[in-house]
Nanobody, 126 residues
Framework: QVQLVESGGGLVQTGGSLRLSCAFS????????MGWFRQAPGKEREFVGS????????AYADAVKGRFTIFRDNAKSTVYLQMNSFKPEDTAVYYC???????????????????WGQGTQVTVSS
């Protein structure tokens, strides 16, 4: 049984930075593409970024490209989301996601996600 536990959310000012962590357990971490999604009040959950099983490929939503960076530490079975240059519209609950795959590239979509974390709130104040 895969478990994903996020941490690192909180209140941050516009232009500030924050790093989210997601600890993975229950299966072999390197068999999973890992990603982050977010959901703002009244909106659908949307893709933020993902990273391939070994970590050689990443993909990002246009809204965060150049500001957010996803990376993973396979020895610690943890994936991170480094978020810089916050905008008020980044306010959302951020969810860690895992997709079992044999692919070596980053191709995660909402429909391909096998496991979700419980979510962590990020609030950007203007």
């Amino acid at each position: 049984q895969v478990q994903l536990v996020e941490s690192g959310g909180g209140l941050v000012q516009t232009g500030g930075s924050l790093r989210l962590s997601c600890a993975f357990s229950g299966r072999t971490f390197t068999n999973y593409e890992m990603g982050w999604f977010r959901q703002a009040p009244g909106k659908e959950r949307e893709f933020v970024g993902s990273i391939s099983r070994i970590g050689g490929y990443t993909a990002y939503a246009d809204a965060v490209k150049g500001r957010f960076t996803i990376f993973r530490d396979n020895a610690k079975s943890t994936v991170y989301l480094q978020m810089n240059s916050f905008k008020p519209e980044d306010t959302a609950v951020y969810y860690c996601a895992a997709t079992w795959t044999t692919r070596t590239t980053a191709t995660m979509t909402r429909s391909s996600v096998d496991h979700w974390g419980q979510g962590t709130q990020v609030t950007v104040s203007s």
